[in-house]
């Protein structure tokens, strides 16, 4: 956490961070993740929104030079509760949807790391 704090108190690392992930939305480089997240709901009725996207994208408008990494945590913990928590209605619907967004959610980081690795090795810093 030592790191990660001084990593967030300076703010050309979080801007390069920042920058960078904006980037990898705005290039389309994760189109082929969205299409993996989709695809299990092709057909259909229920086609699931991409959670998974909308948490990351709420935790890079929560990220600036001054925030605390325990506010980020807990953006990211409200977001569980919004989308994964909440919408359970069993201990087994919880397991599943639980289970389903930590496969998507680890997917979608790799791909973002992969992309970000490969595209913009300055957002490392």
């Given amino acids: 956490l030592q790191t990660v704090r001084a990593l967030l108190n300076n703010d050309s690392t979080v801007t390069v961070l920042r920058s960078g992930l904006h980037a990898v939305f705005n290039e389309k480089s994760l189109d082929v993740t969205k299409n993996l997240f989709q695809e299990k ?3 259909s009725k229920k086609r699931q929104k991409n959670i998974q996207l909308k948490c990351l994208k709420n935790f890079m408008s ?4 001054s925030t605390d990494i325990r506010d980020l945590l807990s953006s990211l913990s409200s977001d569980l509760q919004t989308f994964v928590i909440k919408p359970s209605k069993s201990k087994e619907a919880f397991k599943k949807q639980a289970s389903d967004f930590m496969l998507k959610w680890n997917l979608l980081l790799s791909n973002v790391g ?3 690795t490969i595209n913009r090795t300055e957002s490392f810093g």
């Fill in 41 to 43: 709901f092709r057909n």
């Fill in 62 to 65: 929560s990220l600036t030079s």
């Fill in 114 to 116: 992969k992309i970000l």
